[in-house]
């Protein structure tokens, strides 16, 4: 076996490795978004969603957690593992990443050139989220964050114009169910 050829099925075989490790024998604070994406690029995005979801689901968890944060990275590894997800798991990443939308609009809105639509981004989803009009302290705390944020650094202007308008829309419509 020449080592060109070696070298080719030892580094994804390390990497894999590697993940397991991090993943499953460390503490929940080790899980990092940058471990996430090497894997992610050195093998294949459906081992590394195996891995998060193994043992009862505790990484998947603490990546949707990291998700919320809206920290840029954790957004990038959301990006990238969002089209090997099945539909379960992919709208429970869609809501954690529609969670993060108060803290880092920007970057959140910068995922509607990424497979996410404005709608899955500007969407309530916390406790409370019904067909009502939707949990009112998020549309508050995302109306807010969103009318804060200069035109100038949204990364897709009509997203942004398009995503204060639905929750606008969605705040409204509580309101007039809530009643006097």
């Excluded at 490795?17 to 992610?40: D, W």
């Excluded at 193994?54 to 998947?60: I, K, L």
């Excluded at 840029?72 to 809501?95: C, F, I, K, T």
């Excluded at 954690?96 to 899955?120: D, E, H, I, K």
Aim: proline share 6%; charged share 20%; glycine share 6%.
């Amino acid at each position: 076996m020449d080592l060109r050829r070696w070298f080719t099925l030892f580094v994804p075989l390390l990497m894999l490795s590697l993940l397991a490790s991090v993943l499953r024998p460390t503490p929940p604070e080790s899980l990092s978004p940058e471990v996430l994406l090497a894997a992610i690029e050195e093998v294949r995005a459906s081992r590394v969603i195996d891995e998060l979801l193994a043992d009862d689901g505790h990484y998947w968890h603490q990546f949707l957690q990291g998700v919320e944060s809206g920290e840029l990275a954790w957004l990038g590894a959301a990006a990238q593992l969002r089209p090997m997800l099945s539909v379960v798991h992919g709208q429970a990443l869609e809501r954690a990443v529609a969670r993060a939308l108060p803290r880092a609009p920007a970057s959140v809105l910068a995922l509607s050139r990424q497979g996410f639509s404005v709608r899955q981004l500007c969407t309530p989803v916390g406790e409370g989220s019904s067909q009502n009009g939707g949990d009112r302290k998020w549309l508050d705390a995302a109306e807010k964050a969103l009318s804060e944020m200069a035109r100038d650094s949204s990364p897709d202007e009509s997203a942004h114009t398009a995503c204060l308008a639905r929750i606008r829309m969605l705040s409204k419509a509580a309101l007039s169910h809530s009643g006097p």
